[in-house]
């Protein structure tokens, strides 16, 4: 097998007809043998009836079907734990990743990389704020790691079985897979394109999925915040060891003190906050230690055509 396709399904009923054909026509016209594996992470709509249609009149449509949404970076991980082909594609079912860049990436790849991912020229039909919060949180994450995590990439890319065999022996549940592929190495390069807008229905990462992905990718590549909580720390200590120094002076040089509330109530608060913010972001590690070790498993497969599929 040449080639396995990966595509995560959140409510995508309208868009996987087209995406079948559009994926398959170009997979074809390179003469590569390939499997399609979608992951149906929990749609409320009739995502899984369309591509259990589809698997019946093509077997080389697979299909893991999970008990409840368990979020997009799980099912692509369902995906990659399920893959026989020599390279691994991971693409969006909205359309927004043009299936036909799929002969591009798999050209680059045959030149002898690990991993080639498709960098956003530029974005179409998204909000202005998910862009300049998409924006701001890429620029952070580079600053605070060490890693060489790319700007502009989604997950849309090809990487070689290499890579998909070390990502399954990555165990973490706090998955932020952009970043361990990184992180795992070889060669990669990248190519560019235009992301369109979404072909049909709404997008699937609400704002509350989109905090969580980007705390993990933090809290997995980054020890920084646990730093920024230490020097607030000290930070904070040495202004009011200052305060100190001023207290005693006013009080028995100068004598000239107002028994005020304000600067009690001021350094109060800013303590409190500070001391407060300090414990979320431990806080924030603590849980994913806690996920760590209660060891469940990462999703649940209710029905899946893959024989042995894990
Ligand atoms: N997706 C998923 N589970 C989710 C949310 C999204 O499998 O909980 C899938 C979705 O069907 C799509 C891909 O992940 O194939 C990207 O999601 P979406 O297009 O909604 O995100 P956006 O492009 O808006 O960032
Ligand atoms: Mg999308």
Known sequence: MDISIIIPIFNEEGNIELLYKRVVAT??????????IFVNDGSKDSSLQKIMELS???????????????????AVSAGLNNTLG?????????????????AELYQKYKEGYEVVYAKRKSRKGESFLKLVTAKLFYKTLRNITSVDIPLDTGDFRIIDHKVVEELRKMPEPNKFLRGQISWIGFRQTFIEYDRQERAFGTTGYTYRKMIKFALDGITSFSESPLKLATMLGFVVSFAAFCMLLYAFYSRLISRDYVPGWASLIISVLFLGGIQLLSLGIIGEYISRIMANVRNRPLYIISNSNIKSAK
């Open 27 to 36: 997979i074809q016209a390179c003469q590569l043998s390939f499997e399609i």
């Open 56 to 74: 019946i009149t093509d077997n080389r449509i697979k299909y893991i079907d999970f008990s409840r949404n368990f979020g997009h970076q799980i």
């Open 86 to 102: 020599e390279a691994v594609v991971i693409i969006d079912a909205d359309l927004q990743d043009p299936p036909e860049l799929i």
